[in-house]
Every structure is written in structure tokens, then in C-alpha cells.
């Protein structure tokens, strides 16, 4: 989800054309000053893209907005016939937002919380999210943005002001 709110006039820098892909390079100092998300990213690195919903788009995932809470950290991963299990830690602060069976995004993908430990989550990652996303290309030790679910923060809030 965006706002819709431009914050300044980029400008197209390269137009790439490449067998399977166009590469678009854009100049944006101001809105690139503050990228903290994108820490470690080097050249050749895959990116999870996604297109902002629009009110004709199939809701599939849960609400995701986007914005980074914190930033976890690959423990593990179990590979089976199915699927991968895997570990992530979570920072404390933000275990709280954290339910079992509940959604939780991971460098942008939204997925459902199958284990809660004090300060990480366990997940079941099918073939096609192993294949399509970054997730498949993680190993122990890498990074991952962690956005909790926007409901738990909202529903935080609320009681938060009522006590008041």
C-alpha cells in the first residue's frame, strides 16, 4: 500500500533491455537518502517486488503495509519432501504482535506463524515460496524485515487509550 503522496520528481537515468527483463535506473536522491531496509544488498542480489493492491486485486496474503518494524535474523532451516521449516528471530519488543496462526510478513511475504518461541517464530515455507521469493535463497546468519500484523498495533492502541 502507498499513500499517494509524492515526495519528489525522480528521473529516468538507463533503460536496459535484456532477454528476459528491462532494467529501469531512476535518480531519486531524497527518497533514497533514508533506505535502511535494503542494508547489505549487493549487485546480483534477488529483490521481492510487488505491485500496491488496487480494489480490483484478489486479497490472497493479509493487510501488509510495507513498513519495516524491526529487522530478524535467519536461524535455521529444515528442508523436507514438502517444504522448508525454518526459524526466525524476532526482536523482543516486537514478539508481542505475534500469535500462533496468525500472519507475520518476512522481507515483504506475507506468512502464517506455525511455532512462537520467547523471541522467534518457526514457518512451514511451500515449493512456491522457496522458488519465487527471497526466503529460498536465506541461510542462517542473513537478515530478514520483519512487519508485524498492522490489526495487533491498532488493537494495542485502542486499549492503550482506554485505560486512559
Known sequence: M????????????????????VRITIYGPLV????????????????????????????????????????????????????????IQIPKELMKYVV????????????????VGEDFVGLSLIPETLRLTTLGYKAPGDKVNVEVDVMAKHIERLIEMRDK
Open 2 to 21: 502507498f499513500t499517494g503522496i509524492i515526495e519528489e520528481l525522480g528521473k529516468v537515468t538507463a533503460i536496459e533491455e535484456q532477454p528476459d527483463a
Open 32 to 87: 533514497t537518502t533514508d533506505i535502511n531496509s535494503l542494508d547489505g544488498v549487493k549487485v546480483g542480489d534477488p529483490i521481492n517486488l510487488e505491485r500496491a493492491m488496487t480494489m480490483q486485486t484478489r486479497f490472497g496474503g493479509h493487510h501488509v503495509q510495507g513498513h519495516v518494524d524491526g529487522v530478524g535474523l535467519f536461524l535455521s532451516r529444515e528442508k523436507s519432501e514438502n517444504w522448508d521449516w525454518v526459524r
Open 100 to 115: 500462533l496462526k496468525g500472519s507475520i510478513t518476512l522481507d515483504g511475504i506475507s506468512l502464517t506463524v506455525n511455532e
